[in-house]
């Protein structure tokens, strides 16, 4: 089972150990980033840096992945509870 949080954090569930919806907003804005730098890189035939970018853009995914499991856990343990941006 998934926690919300790591199990030695400093956060509470009263009092998230992270903005996990500000990291969603900007892993999301990352990956999309580099993409588009990664595309415009492999097009000006600059492929160290495409390659750069094409991994800054896994680390995203994989960072979105983890954030959205974290969501999942936290909705599971306050089920009806809306955070805002910065929760």
Partial sequence: ?????????????GHAYSALNLRLALA?????TMIVFAVLAFRADVVWLGVVCAVFALVAVVDLIVIQ??????RREEPG??????E
Avoid: D
Wanted: charge should be positive.
């Fill in 28 to 32: 999301s804005f990352g990956l999309v």
């Fill in 1 to 13: 089972m998934t926690r919300s949080q790591p199990r030695r954090a400093r956060g509470t569930v």
């Fill in 81 to 86: 509870v809306r955070h805002s941006l910065f």
């Fill in 69 to 74: 499991r974290r969501r999942a856990a936290r």
